[in-house]
C-alpha cells in the first residue's frame, strides 16, 4: 500500500469515527441539506421521467432544424398532463359513486348477517337477543366517521402551520420542481459537458470510464424499469377492463385501471388492486366477487410468466430475493415511492456491484 492510499484509508476511518461520535449532529446537518436540496432533487427526478417520453419524440421529429427540443418537450407535457387528466376523470367520478354504493349497501348487509346470527345461534335466546338488539345508524357513524377525520387532520395541521401555508407552500415547490426540470431538459447537454469537462480535468481516465460505465448502467436501469412497468401496467389494466365488460362486471373502467396503476407498486400492488376490487364488486354481488377474484388471480399469472418477462425482461436483472429485501428496506424508509424507486437502485447497485466483482476475479486469475 502506497502512502497516497494509506492517507485516504486514515482520513476515511476518521471521518466514521467523528460520525459515530457526534451522530445526532450529523443526523440534523443531513436534515437541513436534505430540506435544502429536495426541491432540486425532486425536480431532477421530474425531468428524467419526462425525458423518457421527450427522448422518443425528439427522435421523430429528427427532420426539424430549429425548435425541436422546445417541440418535443412541449408535446411530453402534454401528452403526461392528458394521461393524468384521463386517470383523474375516469376514476375519480366512478369511486364517488363506488363510495355511495357501500354507504347504501351496508346497511342491508348488516341487516342479513344479524338475520343470519340470530338464527344460528337460536338454540342460545340470550346471544340471540342480544344480537337481534344491536341497532347501529350507519349515516350517524360515517358522518362521525368523517367528522372525526377532518377534525384531527385540522388540529394536526393547526398545530404546526396554517393550512392555506401549507398549500401556498405545496404549490410553491411544485412549480419550483417544474421550472427546474424544465429548465434540466432544455439544457441537459450543458450539463453533459459540464460532467465531461470535470471528469477529464480531475479524474484519471481509467477512473472516469468507469465512473461512466456506472452512470450508463443506472440510467439504463431505471429507464427499462420506469418505462417497462408503464406499459405492463396499462396491458395489464386494459385485460381487467375487457375481461370484466365479457363477464358483464361492475365498475369495468374504474376497477381496471385502479388495477393497472396499483399494480406499478412492486409485489403488493397486485394484492392491493385486487382487494380494491373484489371490495367494490362485492357491494353490487358477493357471488359476482369471488368470480372477479378468480379471473384476477388468472389474469395475474399471465401477467407474471408471459406479460413481465416480455415486456420489462431482465433488464432489472435483480434476483428475487434481493426484491423482496428491498421492497422491505426502501418501503420501511420512504413508504411507496421508496418500494418503486428502490428496485431500480438496488438493482444498479446489484448490476456494479457484479462488473467490480468479475473484474476483481480476472485480476486475481491473471496475476495468481
Known amino acids: 500500500m502506497n502512502k497516497r492510499n494509506l492517507w485516504i484509508y486514515i482520513f476515511g476511518i476518521t471521518i466514521i469515527i467523528i460520525g459515530l461520535i457526534k451522530l445526532d449532529t450529523l443526523i440534523s446537518m443531513v436534515s437541513i441539506l436534505w430540506n435544502a436540496c429536495r426541491v432540486l432533487v ?21 427532420f426539424m432544424k430549429k425548435g425541436k427540443r422546445a417541440t418535443s418537450l412541449l408535446l411530453s407535457l402534454i401528452l403526461i398532463f392528458l394521461f393524468v387528466y384521463f386517470l383523474i ?12 354504493v357501500i354507504v347504501a349497501v ?29 341497532d347501529i ?8 366517521g368523517i367528522n372525526v377525520l377532518s377534525t384531527g387532520v385540522t388540529n394536526v395541521v393547526g398545530t404546526t402551520f396554517n393550512v392555506v401555508t401549507v398549500i401556498v407552500n405545496s404549490v410553491f415547490n411544485f412549480v419550483l420542481m417544474f421550472i427546474f426540470a424544465i429548465y434540466v431538459l432544455l439544457e441537459k447537454e450543458r450539463f453533459v459537458q459540464l460532467y465531461h469537462r470535470l471528469t477529464n480535468l480531475y479524474l484519471s481516465e481509467i477512473v472516469k470510464c468507469r465512473i461512466d460505465k456506472c452512470l450508463q448502467i443506472i440510467n439504463q436501469t431505471f429507464s427499462a424499469f420506469i418505462g417497462g412497468q408503464c406499459i405492463e401496467a396499462t396491458i395489464l389494466g386494459t385485460l381487467c377492463t375487457l375481461g370484466m365488460i365479457i363477464l358483464r362486471m361492475p365498475y369495468p373502467a374504474m376497477i381496471g385501471t385502479l388495477v393497472g396503476v396499483i399494480n406499478i407498486i412492486p409485489m403488493i400492488g397486485a394484492y392491493i388492486g385486487g382487494a380494491i376490487g373484489m371490495f367494490m364488486v ?33 433488464s432489472v436483472g435483480l434476483p428475487g430475493i434481493y426484491v423482496m429485501m428491498t421492497v422491505v428496506i426502501f418501503g420501511s424508509l420512504a413508504g411507496i415511492p421508496g418500494m418503486f424507486l428502490g428496485i431500480p437502485t438496488m438493482a444498479s447497485v446489484y448490476k456494479i456491484g457484479v462488473l467490480y466483482l468479475n473484474r476483481k476475479e480476472r485480476l486475481k486469475e491473471m496475476n495468481g
Open 282 to 314: 362485492f357491494t353490487v354481488s358477493p357471488i359476482m366477487s369471488l368470480w372477479f377474484l378468480l379471473y384476477l388471480c388468472i389474469l395475474q399469472q399471465i401477467e407474471s410468466n408471459v406479460i413481465y418477462p416480455h415486456v420489462v425482461g431482465n
Open 89 to 100: 376523470t375516469l376514476v375519480v367520478p366512478s369511486l364517488s359513486e363506488a363510495i355511495g
Open 137 to 144: 345508524n350507519w349515516k350517524n357513524l360515517i358522518q362521525s
Open 42 to 62: 425532486f425536480g431532477a427526478m421530474m425531468a428524467f421521467v419526462i425525458n423518457l417520453v421527450m427522448a422518443k419524440i425528439e427522435k421523430r421529429l429528427g
Open 106 to 134: 351496508l346497511p342491508k348487509y348488516f341487516e342479513n348477517t344479524q338475520k343470519f346470527l340470530v338464527n344460528l345461534f337460536e338454540n342460545n335466546p340470550q346471544l340471540a337477543e342480544s344480537i337481534n338488539n344491536l
